[in-house]
Structures are given as structure tokens and as C-alpha cells.
């Protein structure tokens, strides 16, 4: 699976962004994808994931608790694309954001995107 992150870039604090991320490469079918993000200085942090959920879109979502209320991931199997919509932005959400993928089967995020840079000005 080949993951391309794209829809960063400066946002001032308080404003929205959606991140896209396509997948080509295999079959998105049974694939859980998820979005991370890694700021300056710090560990990459697991933010959200959603499992396959069928031909066109859905899936079950899962969130770290600091990602609850102002993200949301969501899926479009049509496109193998999936998307993290981030309100609310705060300068503590200035990050690089990846997405990456598994197999249902397994724990291990496998396939990885190149990062997309998110600025959040105050």
C-alpha cells in the first residue's frame, strides 16, 4: 500500500483543516487506516483509526482521548481515500500528521505516508 497525505499547511488558531490521505498500490478491503501526528521535539502520537466498514464508506472509529471532540476520521472506499477533519486548531496542534496502515489482522501499522505539515498560528 502506497499512502499519499495531503491538505496541510498554516492555519491560525481557531480555524479547520481536513486532511486527505489516498491509498493505491492493493485492495483497501479489510485495511484499518489511521492518522498519527509527531510535533517538534516529541514522540508520534497515535490520534484516530477506522476500520474497513464495506464497498463505499464508513467503518468503525477510534480515538485517543485527546483526539475526541474536535477530530474526526471518516473514509471514502470508492476514492481509498481517508480523511482527518480537524477543528478548533490550536498552536498545540502544529504537527507533521501521517497516515498509516494495517491489516485487520494485524497490530502493526505496516504502511506509512510521508507526512503533511500542519502550522497552527496564535
Known amino acids: 500500500v502506497q499512502l499519499q497525505a495531503s491538505g496541510g499547511g498554516l492555519v491560525q488558531d481557531g480555524g479547520s483543516l481536513r486532511l486527505s490521505c489516498a491509498a493505491s498500490g492493493r485492495s483497501f478491503v479489510n485495511v484499518v487506516m489511521a492518522w498519527f501526528r509527531q510535533a517538534p521535539q516529541k514522540e508520534r502520537e497515535f490520534l484516530a483509526s477506522i476500520s474497513w466498514g464495506g464497498s463505499s464508506s464508513g467503518g468503525i472509529a477510534d480515538y485517543t482521548d485527546s483526539a475526541k471532540g474536535r477530530f474526526t476520521i471518516s473514509r471514502d472506499n470508492a476514492k481509498n481515500t481517508v480523511y482527518l477533519q480537524i477543528n478548533s486548531l490550536k498552536p498545540e496542534d502544529t504537527a507533521a500528521y501521517y497516515c498509516?496502515?494495517?491489516?485487520?489482522?494485524?497490530?502493526?501499522?505496516?504502511?506509512w505516508g510521508q507526512g503533511t505539515l500542519v502550522t497552527v498560528s496564535s
Open positions: 498509516a496502515a494495517r491489516e485487520r489482522s494485524s497490530m502493526k501499522y505496516n504502511y
